[in-house]
């Protein structure tokens, strides 16, 4: 019901996934080349890791500033800059054994270009898999949101907080709010109030607030439990409640 954002998301996951695969293999043959150096024809290594560098960085330069916030492009844009980076480590190696006839350069800078193949990989696996376990967002503190809309005028309490990630630039929130208004005017005006806080102050585009009126509630302090739910031990689950989902 959400849509397919989670497709961006799984599709970042193959890519990290696939990074570090090629970051294993580019180990493999410098391992080999290491122990065993083979004959290089330096010059058209020289010429096809010239050309490579062209196509690598138009391709670059094309991606370059379209990555950020789409977790999708940035696994994407790694692997044209994984690409590029080998081309100008090729590059590298077949002037200096033209120059030297030094082959040992070859798997020394593969080794290099293994590793920071392997950084980005790591990198974009642990924040596909992070958003596709539902884990809350970075740089979103629970407490503060929660904070935020108790502090509004008429919220007595906020509890069964959650925020999650339907892709990588698509926030969702949802949470139990402890309001009892006079009528259903200032229902309504309260919640378009904490309605406008969340994307406004914290970025969700996808929001669900249930309102639920509790004589009660005696206004003690949030709860927060250690998986970053906001609970509040005395609220009773026995009253109505109003459903709105945005």
């Not at 599709?11 to 391992?31: D, K, M, R, T, W």
């Not at 120059?99 to 798997?107: E, H, N, Q, V």
């Not at 999650?164 to 006079?182: E, K, Q, R, T, Y």
Request: charge should be negative; hydrophobic fraction near 45%; charged fraction near 15%.
């Amino acid at each position: 019901s959400y849509g397919l954002h989670r497709t961006e998301v799984f599709a970042a996951f193959l890519n990290g996934v696939a990074l570090l695969g090629i970051s294993a293999v580019i180990f493999y043959e410098a391992y080999q080349r290491l122990a065993e150096p083979p004959s290089i024809r330096s010059g058209p290594m020289l010429l096809v890791a010239i050309l490579g560098l062209v196509a690598n960085g138009i391709v670059a330069l094309r991606l370059g500033g379209h990555e950020h916030g789409d977790l999708n492009l940035h696994s994407a844009y790694l692997h044209v800059i994984g690409d590029l980076l080998a081309s100008v480590a090729v590059v590298v190696a077949a002037v200096i054994i033209l120059a030297t006839g030094w082959l040992l350069i070859d798997p020394i800078l593969s080794a290099g270009i293994g590793l920071l193949i392997l950084a980005g990989g790591f990198r974009v696996t642990r924040e596909a898999t992070h958003i596709l376990l539902q884990g809350v967002p970075r740089g979103i503190d629970l407490a503060e949101v929660a904070s935020a809309l108790a502090e509004v005028p008429g919220v007595q309490d906020v509890h069964h907080v959650h925020a999650w990630s339907l892709c990588s630039n698509i926030l969702a929130f949802s949470a139990h709010v402890v309001s009892c208004p006079d009528n259903e005017a200032e229902r309504t005006a309260l919640r378009c109030k904490l309605e406008q806080i969340l994307p406004e102050r914290f970025g969700f585009s996808v929001t669900t607030l249930e309102l639920a009126c509790n004589h009660t509630c005696d206004g003690e302090l949030l709860q927060q439990f250690t998986h970053g739910l906001i609970y509040n031990h005395n609220h009773a689950h026995n009253h109505p409640t109003d459903h709105h989902n945005q």
